[in-house]
């Protein structure tokens, strides 16, 4: 939903976006292959409508820590993320946006994944 | 009154230092208290904070399992949150997987609603902690999981329900329950773990109600009438 590239300090926002009919669950992840040199928190957060977009609702979000992060497995993690359901299976009125904000200008994107 | 269930809302996180949940609806009803329960991969991490519609909560003394496992659960209260949408927020230092369900109640007292916070951890299923509770109360409990291999949490406990839970991986599961005194004798949150070799770190606390818990009889009570007697009659 944000392309990968260099993001501007402050608020990026995406969407609105259609999730495909049926979803029940999304997925917003953060690709940390760029966060090696960064020093600042990072937060990313998502809206929802069931409207058609008159109305929306926070929908979860989540921050992470700079720098290189590794897995009980010593591999490096490639990616931050929350996951959230929706309150019902997506239909054609379902809409999700979302805001990355970021302290410092810092190499990334935000991808968004339903199931 | 008993303490009441009123709504819940989670999410969870890969390699995640703060969590927010989806919105959610908190009553408008007296006496609101409520309750952020965490559950890690992980356990070094430090600097926790929360709140739910920006009342800020403060760590439930007890509940906290720390590094006695290789996961951790730990719990924030705090009392009344603003009613209508909300949602609750959980910030920590070093990320990790985690799993945050925000739980607000109503009914419960506002001076001091968390009493016995615990926690226990272990290595067998099923995951199971005991508290002496009194009529009204409710407890909630929030729980943290690992298995070698396709691991998943039941909710075991009589009366007790699901508040959410979520299978994060195969080795790392996160969820919360709540379960009403009934007799106000002893209360044990219990969850069934799926997998092999699992270790589980489960956080409880019990939530007193307004006006105070009603302490269950369990002898039998003697009456006793003191007095001086004039005539036949007790004065």
Redesign the interface.
């Known amino acids: 939903m944000i392309a990968s590239g260099a993001q501007a300090v402050g608020v990026t926002s995406w969407g609105p976006i259609t999730p495909p009919v049926g979803s029940v669950t999304v997925t917003v992840a953060l690709d940390r292959s760029g966060l090696a040199l960064a020093t600042q928190n990072i937060f990313w957060a998502q809206e929802l409508s069931t409207d058609g977009g008159l109305t929306w609702l926070p929908w979860g979000g989540a921050g992470t820590e700079p720098g290189n992060l590794v897995d009980d497995l010593l591999q490096p993690i490639t990616e931050s993320s929350f996951t959230v359901d929706l309150p019902a299976p997506a239909d054609a009125n379902t809409q999700l946006r979302g805001s990355l904000t970021t302290s410092e200008i810092v190499a990334t994107a935000l991808t968004v994944r339903t199931g | 009154m008993a303490v009441s269930f009123d709504n819940a809302a989670s999410?969870?996180?890969?390699?995640?230092?703060?969590?927010?949940?989806?919105?959610f609806t908190v009553t408008s009803s007296a006496n609101v208290v409520g309750v952020l329960g965490l559950s890690l991969s992980g356990t070094t991490s430090t600097g926790f904070s929360g709140d739910i519609g920006g009342t800020a909560g403060a760590a439930i003394a007890g509940t906290d399992s720390g590094a006695a496992q290789t996961i951790r659960s730990l719990m924030f209260g705090m009392v009344a949150p603003p009613s209508g949408?909300q949602?609750g927020?959980m910030?920590w230092?070093?990320?990790f997987n985690a799993v945050l369900g925000a739980e607000t109640v109503f009914a419960a007292d506002q001076t001091a609603p968390f009493q016995n916070g615990t926690f226990k951890t272990g290595t067998s299923s099923p995951a199971i902690t005991t508290l002496s509770t009194m009529i009204g109360d409710l407890t909630m409990d929030t729980i943290a999981a690992s298995e070698a291999g396709g691991g998943s949490l039941t909710v075991a406990g009589t009366g007790q329900t699901s508040r959410w839970n979520v299978t994060f991986s195969a080795t790392f599961q996160g969820a919360g329950g709540s379960m009403a005194s009934a007799d106000g004798i002893k209360i044990s949150p219990s969850w069934t773990i799926g997998g092999v070799s699992p270790k589980f770190a489960q956080s409880v606390v019990d939530i007193s109600p307004s006006g105070g818990g009603i302490p269950t009889m369990t002898a039998p009570r003697t009456l006793q009438f003191k007095g001086d007697m004039i005539g036949r009659r007790w004065l």
């Open positions: 999410t969870s996180g890969t390699a995640v230092s703060t969590l927010t949940t989806p919105a949408s949602t927020t910030s230092t070093t990320a």
